[in-house]
Structure formats: C-alpha cells, structure tokens
T-cell receptor
Framework: NAGVTQTPKFQVLKTGQSMTLQCAQD?????MYWYRQDPGMGLRLIYY???????DKGEVPNGYNVSRLNKREFSLRLESAAPSQTSVYFC???????????FGPGTRLTVL | GENVEQHPSTLSVQEGDSAVIKCTYS??????FPWYKQELGKRPQLIID?????GEKKDQRIAVTLNKTAKHFSLHITETQPEDSAVYFC??????????FGSGTKLNVKP
C-alpha cells in the first residue's frame, strides 16, 4: 500500500515548455486534488476531482489543465510553463467518509 | 469562496511551554477544520481535525477548539518538545469538496 505517489520528484523547465505531473493513489479514494505551495502562502488549490469523470477549478487554475484518467490517477498539465509556476506541487486524495486528505511527496518544479 | 487567515506566522517557545496558533474563516458553511504539520522538505500530515458540530477535540498533547459564532479555531500544543518544531497549517472545507489553507505558522521549540 504505497498511498499517494507523484512523479517526477524534481523538474526544471524552460519558459514555454510543457509537462505533465503524474499522481496515483491506491487507497480507493473518490476525490483527488492538486495544490501548489509557494513560500509564505500555504497550499492553494489548483484543481480537484470529486469523483472519477469529474474535475473542477480551485483557487488558481489559470495555466493548468487536469485529467482524471481513472479512479487511481489524476494528472496535472502545464501547456506553456511560466516562471510564475515555479513551486512545489502536491497531489492529495481524500477519504469521503472522514474528509481526511492524504498528500503525496510533492514535485519541486523550477521554470527558468 | 472561503478565506482562511492564520496567526502568528512565526512562533518561538521554550521546550515545555504551550503553543497556540489561531485561524479565522469567512464562510459559515465551512464544516470541517483540519490541522497539518509539515516538516522541512516533507509532505503535510494531518495531526488533528474538528467538525463544526464539536467545540473541542483532544489527542494527547494536541487540542483544537472551534468557535462557530466567531468563525475561529485554534490549535493548542502543550508540553512542547523540540520535535514539534515544524510549519503548521490550518484549513477549512468549503462547499463539500474544496479545502482552503491558512498561510502557515513556523513553530520553533527551543531546547
């Protein structure tokens, strides 16, 4: 039981490049989330998926797209990376019955 | 939407003292309030949570209180230890699925 996993752990991009961050959970949770964490600003919700087949915007969705591939996997795509997207990205899944969120280890992304 | 404010941003206490971190939220519809501990370079981990129908919850040295009328909730850590040093985040669940986080409190426990 690996919990929530994310790939890659680190990534450096040039402005304008694209990439996809991958997230998977093996806890059979319905809801999954993508957050970004910037220094001094806590975690901000980018997108979430309440259940397989649905996605919704969070606080800061501009510049991102998501795909809920199946119940296990939820990916985050940057189509044209910008330096303002330099951040640590966390994926989380949630057990609906308790509302507890479980976080992945994070991806540290730098956009030059 | 929801807005969560957290104070203080940094807190330094002597080992054995108590620490209190406070959060306020704006939307009375929020009904679940978790607290997370994040060590440097690690993922946030849930340490305690409270629902809107409960006023206080304790787990050993950690407690959370909620005042729904005033829309604020607080984390209390008693008998602090050096291993309690970390960044603590409060959050509020809004509109069934969305979570809004405070900006974090860096707690330093001095031996």
């Amino acid at each position: 039981n690996a919990g929530v996993t994310q790939t890659p752990k680190f990534q450096v991009l040039k402005t304008g490049q694209s990439m996809t961050l991958q997230c998977a959970q093996d806890m059979n949770h319905n809801s999954m989330y993508w957050y970004r964490q910037d220094p001094g600003m806590g975690l901000r919700l980018i997108y979430y998926s309440a259940s397989e087949g649905t996605t919704d915007k969070g606080e800061v969705p501009n510049g991102y797209n998501v795909s809920r591939l199946n119940k296990r996997e939820f990916s985050l795509r940057l189509e044209s990376a910008a330096p303002s997207q330099t951040s640590v990205y966390f994926c989380a899944s949630r057990l609906a019955s308790t509302d507890t969120q479980y976080f992945g280890p994070g991806t540290r992304l730098t956009v030059l | 939407g929801e807005n969560v404010e957290q104070h203080p941003s940094t807190l330094s206490v002597q080992e054995g003292d108590s620490a209190v971190i406070k959060c306020t939220y704006s939307d009375s519809a929020s009904n679940y309030f978790p607290w997370y501990k994040q060590e440097l370079g690690k993922r946030p981990q849930l340490i305690i949570d409270i629902r809107s129908n409960v006023g206080e919850k304790k787990d050993q040295r950690i407690a959370v209180t909620l005042n729904k009328t005033a829309k604020h909730f607080s984390l209390h850590i008693t008998e602090t230890q050096p291993e309690d040093s970390a960044v603590y985040f409060c959050a509020a669940k809004y509109n069934f699925n969305k979570f809004y986080f405070g900006s974090g409190t860096k707690l330093n426990v001095k031996p």
